[in-house]
């Protein structure tokens, strides 16, 4: 017999108090955009829209959110990337196949530049070879700011301050410069990958859209993308023991 999803809907779901954490912004146009963003300044969107507006992600079940589907920058979005060997490496690259690491312990582990600072990479040097030749930047308010962050429109900057500048990771220590919050909870989300989940109530998070243990009705279940899975209310779901290994 299949298993009806358990009817736990987004906003009962935000009613636990315990579970309260950031909520995630979301961005669309309200003139007739089909789209929901993660960059406020979405390059997929005309300049006459920009910047996008702002909503929280736990609307994403209400009018006009319901409608939207997860532009590009969302399914697809890319972070300032860094690499390491897990199994005891003392440096971070820039570089997945840096040529100065054995061979047995490539590709290196990927983790997000705005973790850096952070356990387990916070004792982390930089590679002198492959950080000389291949840079990654972060971005930082240039007049006063005290946080860098990985995307150069965070939606917790003031606009006037908008687009951020670069800062090579490398200088990230001499800055004296910390993690923005949001941005670490926004790379740790994209970090993970696409599920499936069922917006009238669903309990589970799937790897399976069509999964059998859903009732047809709610199939195929709605796509639920990396970046909002470590966020409010979508954190709240768990995986499916069927579809999920």
């Known amino acids: 017999m299949k ?3 358990l009817a736990v809907g987004l906003a009962a779901a935000l009613s636990c108090a315990t579970c309260a954490q950031a909520e995630l912004t979301l961005y669309y146009n309200p003139d007739g955009g089909a789209c929901y963003h993660a960059d406020a300044y979405c390059e997929a969107v005309h300049e006459n829209y920009l910047p996008l507006d702002p909503f929280g992600a736990s609307q994403l079940d209400e009018a006009p959110y319901a409608l939207l589907t997860p532009c ?13 060997n897990a199994e005891g490496g003392s440096y971070y690259h820039t570089m997945a196949n840096c040529a100065v690491v ?7 582990t990927a983790f997000p530049a705005s973790q850096l600072g952070q356990a387990p990479y916070a004792s982390l040097l930089p590679c002198e070879r492959c950080t000389q030749e291949t ?3 972060v971005y930082h308010n240039a007049d006063g700011g005290r946080r860098y962050h990985s995307s150069p429109t ?13 800062i090579d990771v490398r200088d990230l220590p001499a800055s004296g410069l910390e993690a923005c919050d949001a941005c670490v909870q926004r790379d740790q989300g994209m970090a993970l990958p696409v599920a499936y989940f069922n917006p009238a109530g669903g309990a589970h998070y799937h790897e399976d859209p ?9 199939l195929p279940l709605s796509v639920l993308p990396g970046l ?13 023991e069927t579809c999920c290994k």
């Open 210 to 218: 069509n999964c059998a243990t859903v009732d047809a009705a709610y």
């Open 102 to 108: 054995d061979d047995e312990y490539l590709p290196l």
């Open 72 to 84: 590009t920058c969302v399914l697809e979005a890319r972070v300032p990337t860094l690499y390491y």
């Open 135 to 137: 840079h990654v930047y």
């Open 228 to 240: 909002l899975r470590g966020s409010e209310p979508f954190n709240r779901l768990t995986p499916c």
């Open 154 to 166: 965070c939606y917790t900057v003031d606009a006037d301050y908008l687009p951020l500048q670069e």
């Open 3 to 5: 298993r009806k999803l």
